[in-house]
């Protein structure tokens, strides 16, 4: 008879054991939420806010929203002093899309530049923007830029009448933010040296611009990763 009563209670046992790992499975399942190598979630709601970077978090309907923020680098290819007009990202023709969505470098002119001595400059840059994978920034950003970091919106989009291919949503939205912040720290650095301090004082002259362009994007969540001159010189009068 006791052997009998140990017989039931084990088989119990066994099934709620096995009830429990099957919900366990399914919360997993329906409800961890996994970070990708170049994303960041952020958790809000219930427990405050939560970010998990390479890692995996709870959401729960209800009690929980979260958001995905892409921690991508944007590289922002600057001319200043040109007179050609701005283009957005477009297809590279027989390279195909595949080759366009590595790319998603973005034009942006800055108007006209001129140095101490007001003589007129050309000069062409790549700036470097991301997200740094922390969580002070992660957070700022969402707050700032909100669903449009999600990393689904980084392949670019296609016009459906042309074909042509054409910034993605979340480089467009970092783009509207940083365009004028870019343009007013390079025209004022190049306005405090002459040229050939310029050119003989390219590390200076980045430097400088990093670190306004940091103040000013530090309450956004964003951050300058480098700062590379491609050419600086006297334009043609």
């Known amino acids: 008879m006791l052997i009998d009563h140990l017989h039931y209670l084990y088989l119990v046992m066994i099934a709620l054991m096995l009830a429990w790992g099957l919900f366990a499975l399914f919360m997993i399942k329906k409800y961890l939420i996994t970070c990708g190598l170049d994303e960041a979630v952020v958790r809000m709601g219930t ?33 200043g002093g040109h007179a050609t007009s701005q283009e957005p990202l477009a297809d590279n023709g027989d390279q195909g899309s595949a080759m366009v969505t590595q790319q998603q470098e973005s034009l942006v002119q800055i108007g006209i530049l001129q ?22 920034h992660i957070i700022r950003a969402a707050q700032t830029f909100g669903e449009n970091l999600d990393p689904q919106h980084w392949e670019p989009l296609v016009n459906q009448v042309t074909g042509i291919h054409q910034e993605s949503l979340l480089i467009q939205t970092i783009r509207a933010f940083t365009t004028d912040k870019m343009g007013a720290a390079i025209q004022a650095e190049v306005a405090s040296m002459t040229l050939e301090e310029i050119n003989s004082s390219r590390q200076v002259f980045t430097d400088h611009v990093t670190a306004q362009l940091n103040q000013d994007f530090k309450n956004h969540g964003l951050a300058v990763e480098s ?6 010189d006297k334009a043609a009068l």
């Open 47 to 79: 427990g405050g806010i939560r970010v998990a970077i390479q890692k995996s978090l709870f959401s729960f309907p209800v009690i929980h929203k979260f958001q995905r923020v892409s921690l991508r680098t944007i590289k922002f290819h600057i001319q």
């Open 115 to 136: 140095d101490r001595e007001l003589a007129p400059i050309l000069l062409e840059a790549d700036i470097y923007i991301h997200i740094p994978p922390r969580e002070d």
């Open 227 to 232: 700062i590379t001159i491609k050419s600086v």
